[in-house]
């Protein structure tokens, strides 16, 4: 079976300084917000050009905590996309606001910059873009609504660490940019882990607190936090893998140039690219009207694929009634129904992918 990512390979790779990374940990018997995490914050922040980096346990705490760390909380209205993983939403209504969905764009699938504008009211607060499979949204007109609007904007970069629109990195554009190093993410660790970046120190000094039971001082605390820390083993193994994060992704976008080349079928769309952004592919999606008779195809001739995401927010059964708003959001409703995610990481080989576009193409 060819995988959707196989980590196996990449581990193997690593394997040496992985294992000594961790056993380093183990060795200094210190867990938890440690010399690694400290390391790995610094070298986060310096990768982005940012001043700040604070290590979180995951990417969906990563986007809680700087809701709260931004000050949007009950009362306030949050606009992101309905295309996205539930995290991106989930955290809107656990801070106490209202989620508000717009449609996206069909060819990038990220958020429409147009709609936004649309869907504003008195109490919007933030809005939650996300670069979704690794394409960057149109940060420049969704900027512009945001200053306008006095908006907060929280990026979600959970799948699109290093990807860059015209130049800047994904996750300095906003107020904070939020990562996740979930192991299939493209810098990923072996277990949960997050990120939150930030240039405003004050926004830093809260991240800090709230992940740590709302405390500076041992002992004593100012805020209702949470426990919320990056542990040092997964610093430690995020660190080896930070080193070569351009790397694999340039593999990513090679891999993708494969699948364009191989691919020959006109009833498929391939995933776009928008001019002047790098996509770093965290996903490689496309579209097919036959989506599901295709998926059989691939599974049957031992290729992994996989729908995401089948069920966009704003029909999923938490966000019924009146715990979000959306108008009708027909873009979302119809990538739903055709998206097919192809295998996709750093490792995968010339051969595979040119085994999977066999598949495809002999099955029109
Ligand atoms: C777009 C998006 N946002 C947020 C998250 C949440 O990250 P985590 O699983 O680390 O909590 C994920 C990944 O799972 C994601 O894909």
Same mark, same amino acid.
């Given at each position: 079976?060819?995988?959707?990512?196989?980590?196996?390979?990449?581990?193997?790779?690593?394997?040496?300084?992985?294992?000594?990374?961790?056993?380093?940990?183990?060795?200094?018997?210190?867990?938890?917000?440690?010399?690694?995490?400290?390391?790995?914050?610094?070298?986060?922040?310096?990768?982005?050009?940012?001043?700040?980096?604070?290590?979180?346990?995951?990417?969906?705490?990563?986007?809680?905590?700087?809701?709260?760390?931004?000050?949007?909380?009950?009362?306030?209205?949050?606009?992101?996309?309905?295309?996205?993983?539930?995290?991106?939403?989930?955290?809107?209504?656990?801070?106490?606001?209202?989620?508000?969905?717009?449609?996206?764009?069909?060819?990038?699938?990220?958020?429409?910059?147009?709609?936004?504008?649309?869907?504003?009211?008195?109490?919007?607060?933030?809005?939650?873009?996300?670069?979704?499979?690794?394409?960057?949204?149109?940060?420049?007109?969704?900027?512009?609504?945001?200053?306008?609007?006095?908006?907060?904007?929280?990026?979600?970069?959970?799948?699109?660490?290093?990807?860059?629109?015209?130049?800047?990195?994904?996750?300095?554009?906003?107020?904070?940019?939020?990562?996740?190093?979930?192991?299939?993410?493209?810098?990923?660790?072996?277990?949960?882990?997050?990120?939150?970046?930030?240039?405003?120190?004050?926004?830093?000094?809260?991240?800090?607190?709230?992940?740590?039971?709302?405390?500076?001082?041992?002992?004593?605390?100012?805020?209702?936090?949470?426990?919320?820390?990056?542990?040092?083993?997964? *610093? @430690?193994? !995020?660190?080896?893998?930070?080193?070569?994060?351009?790397?694999?992704? +340039?593999?990513? =976008? %090679?891999?993708? $140039?494969?699948?364009?080349?191989?691919?020959?079928?006109?009833?498929?769309?391939?995933?776009?690219?928008?001019?002047?952004?790098?996509?770093?592919?965290?996903?490689?999606?496309?579209?097919?009207?036959?989506?599901?008779?295709?998926?059989?195809?691939?599974?049957?001739?031992?290729?992994?694929?996989?729908?995401?995401?089948?069920?966009?927010?704003?029909?999923?059964?938490?966000?019924?009634?009146?715990?979000?708003?959306?108008?009708?959001?027909?873009?979302?409703?119809?990538? *739903? @129904?055709? !998206?097919?995610?192809?295998?996709?990481?750093?490792?995968?080989?010339? +051969?595979?992918? =040119? %085994?999977?576009? $066999?598949?495809?193409?002999?099955?029109?």
């Amino acid at each position: 079976m060819i995988p959707m990512v196989d980590l196996r390979r990449q581990y193997l790779q690593l394997k040496e300084e992985i294992d000594e990374a961790v056993a380093g940990v183990l060795d200094a018997t210190q867990f938890i917000l440690g010399p690694n995490v400290s390391a790995l914050e610094a070298e986060v922040a310096r990768y982005h050009g940012l001043p700040h980096a604070v290590g979180v346990a995951n990417g969906t705490d990563a986007l809680l905590l700087a809701l709260r760390a931004l000050g949007i909380g009950a009362g306030d209205a949050v606009i992101t996309t309905p295309f996205t993983f539930i995290a991106t939403a989930e955290v809107v209504s656990l801070v106490g606001a209202l989620p508000v969905f717009v449609d996206v764009d069909p060819k990038t699938f990220n958020i429409n910059p147009a709609a936004i504008e649309r869907a504003l009211t008195k109490k919007t607060k933030a809005i939650i873009p996300v670069h979704l499979f690794g394409q960057p949204c149109d940060m420049d007109p969704l900027l512009a609504v945001a200053a306008r609007n006095d908006l907060k904007v929280i990026e979600d970069c959970a799948q699109s660490f290093g990807a860059r629109y015209k130049g800047r990195l994904v996750g300095t554009l906003g107020d904070a940019g939020c990562f996740s190093f979930f192991p299939s993410k493209n810098l990923a660790c072996y277990g949960d882990g997050g990120m939150v970046i930030t240039r405003d120190v004050e926004t830093d000094k809260t991240l800090r607190m709230l992940r740590n039971h709302g405390s500076s001082v041992r002992y004593h605390h100012h805020l209702l936090g949470y426990n919320s820390r990056l542990d040092e083993i997964q *610093a @430690a193994i !995020v660190r080896v893998k930070l080193k070569r994060i351009d790397a694999f992704n +340039e593999s990513r =976008r %090679r891999a993708a $140039d494969l699948y364009r080349n191989t691919i020959r079928r006109k009833d498929i769309a391939l995933p776009f690219e928008m001019a002047g952004c790098h996509h770093v592919y965290h996903q490689f999606t496309i579209l097919s009207n036959g989506r599901d008779r295709l998926q059989e195809e691939l599974l049957r001739a031992d290729v992994a694929s996989a729908v995401y995401y089948p069920v966009p927010l704003h029909r999923q059964e938490v966000f019924l009634g009146s715990r979000s708003r959306s108008g009708d959001l027909p873009v979302s409703d119809d990538l *739903a @129904a055709r !998206v097919l995610s192809l295998p996709m990481f750093p490792e995968i080989t010339e +051969e595979e992918i =040119r %085994r999977i576009s $066999d598949v495809i193409n002999g099955s029109a």
